[in-house]
């Protein structure tokens, strides 16, 4: 074949600068993220970390990865959520929760209204406070005006006896215990009048007084036991019977401001023999029955005796409690 080299070497040859106008360059192959120990150019002069390039990720929670469930708090900040006072809310709004504080506060409840019955009879504490106005004016004239009542026999319904204010003769304690503190605000002021008053004194007056009123009750069950009397009276009629004394304290009190000791004694010898008259009259159908041909000679001389006893020592009392503020 003829060629012709003349026209081959014509010339020098040219080198391609645009890369557009010639041969393309070649594509890189992409780069894997999962190629161990890849080196990798610098990028803004700071080197890339070696190893696995695995996108970050958060670590997962143990166990098992359930949402929260409504209503309660999520796993963050759980203890702040469980000291909250919201989640105490929550907390008590559901019914299972509130069903059980239920039960256990009816529980507890009668758990405790039972020992405070065992020590404390209430039910048979509120017949002694059911009185009224008419009962009250009656009673108070008895215990001063006793001499003329005929009658002193306290009336049954069912072998039950009537409650105070359908029977004047029944004992009740709202007149004692308004009579008590009735008697220490009349020694507030009588102490008061003497320029003697001072709120310890007046406590230790009423502290003194409960004290005496507890040994009185005391030294009459223990006389009822050492005499082995059986009555009918319980421990709240005793209680009753020996509170009407400061009826007659008050009164004493009350003329003394005015009449001084002349008064004072006056009142109180009075009174001593009235209330003596009325227990000796109320006692003695309580503490020796009607029907008392069972019971020997020597058993009615116990009961008379402790009947006396009982009124005896009422006038004694009351001047013991009141002397010292004349």
């Known amino acids: ?18 890369p557009s106008a010639g041969l393309s360059a070649p594509t890189p192959m992409p780069q894997s993220p999962y190629i161990y120990n890849q080196q990798v150019p610098m990028t803004n002069n700071t080197p890339l970390e070696y190893g696995f390039n695995m996108p970050e990720q958060q670590p997962p929670a143990y166990g098992f990865n359930t949402p929260p469930m409504q209503g309660y ?42 020992q405070f019955a065992k020590y404390l009879p209430v039910t048979a504490l509120k017949y002694y406070f059911t009185v009224d106005t008419d009962y009250v004016l009656t009673k108070l004239a008895l ?3 006793p001499f003329t009542h005929k009658d002193w026999s306290v009336k049954y319904e069912q072998d039950v006896p009537l409650q105070p204010r359908f029977e004047k003769n029944a004992p009740d304690m709202y007149i004692p215990a308004m009579a008590f ?14 320029e003697r008053f001072s709120p310890e004194q007046l406590g230790i007056l009423a502290s003194s007084a409960l004290a005496w009123g507890i040994i009185e009750l005391l030294v009459h069950i223990v006389s009822l036991y050492v005499m082995n009397i059986e009555t009918s009276l319980s421990t709240l ?33 009075y009174f001593s023999g009235s209330l003596a ?8 159908l309580r503490v ?9 000679a020597s058993g ?10 009982v009124a005896g020592i009422q006038p004694l009392l009351m001047w013991w409690l009141s002397y010292h503020l004349i």
């Open 288 to 296: 020796i029955p009607q029907d008392h041909s069972t019971y020997t």
């Open 143 to 145: 215990v001063f005006f």
């Open 300 to 309: 009615n001389k116990r009961r008379v005796y402790f009947i006396l006893f």
């Open 181 to 194: 503190l009735t008697y220490v605000a009349m020694a507030g002021l009588v102490l008061g009048m003497q």
């Open 1 to 18: 074949m003829n060629y012709n080299h003349s026209s081959a070497r014509r010339g020098k040859p040219k080198r391609l600068l645009d």
């Open 237 to 269: 009629d005793l209680l009753a019977y020996c509170g009407y004394k400061y009826v007659g304290i008050n009164a004493a009190l009350a003329v003394s401001i005015v009449f001084r000791r002349l008064g004072y004694y006056a009142v109180l010898l």
């Open 73 to 114: 708090p999520s796993n963050e900040n759980h203890g702040e959520e469980y000291s909250s006072p919201q989640f105490t809310t929550q907390l008590l709004a559901q019914p299972i929760v509130a069903n059980m504080a239920m039960q256990y506060g009816n529980a507890l409840a009668g758990t405790g209204k039972q």
């Open 277 to 284: 008259f009325f227990l000796m009259r109320s006692l003695k």
